[in-house]
């Protein structure tokens, strides 16, 4: 075979010209993302693996709920405004405690790097690491990133154990609401100086 040049080329020699077609799609997929860094290093890749794990998760949720109301026709139950804002507060409070709460630092610390004390009990963290690690770091000091998944849980027990989860949920909101009035109280001793 003949180069552009006339010179004659041996396939290995053509191989190290032009990328194969894996490298060429693998170049093309990264230029794809290129633009969004914005100067900090995302862990793209490693959301996108989260992003799968909660869509699983959520798709299992679904066909257990669709499951139970199958042949034997135990019926899911239907949530109740009542289940919903408990579920809603209950998501509020676990989100908080997974992601700040000082007492659960342990279960973050692999991904995460302590910075300060924040407000009650809480702490200021920041994801470490790269890809996965730092996906993940992103994920459990965000509350709200980590609502969505609290509430996928709270969900599926309460398709399959509803007394149970509403017990569960009962407990986080009403830790919930005397975190409340802590913070009430609190605000009130200080205008009281």
């Keep these: 075979m003949q180069n552009g040049k006339g010179q004659v080329i041996n396939m290995a020699q053509r191989q190290r010209q032009w990328p194969s077609a894996q490298e060429a799609d693998q170049a093309s997929f990264t230029k794809l993302f290129d633009g969004y860094k914005g100067g900090e290093e995302m862990p793209l890749a ?19 709920a669709r499951r139970a109301d199958g042949p034997v026709h135990t019926e899911v139950p239907r949530a109740s405004f009542g289940d919903l804002m408990l579920m809603g507060v209950a998501t509020h409070k676990l989100s908080r405690l997974i992601s700040k709460d000082r007492v659960t630092s342990p279960l973050r610390a692999p991904f995460t790097e302590y910075k300060e004390p924040a407000n009650a009990s809480e702490v200021t963290e920041k994801s470490r690491g790269t890809g996965l690690q730092r996906a993940l770091g992103d994920l ?36 919930a609401i005397s975190d409340f009035l802590h913070h009430a109280l609190g605000a009130v001793q200080k205008i009281g100086k």
């Design 140 to 175: 459990i000091t965000c509350p709200f990133c980590m609502g969505p998944w609290v509430a996928t849980a709270l969900a599926y027990g309460f398709s399959k154990r509803p007394r149970v989860t509403r017990l569960v949920g009962g407990i986080f909101a009403v830790v």
């Design 46 to 64: 490693g959301y996108a693996g989260l992003l799968g794990v909660f869509g699983a998760a959520l798709a299992g949720v679904v066909l257990a």
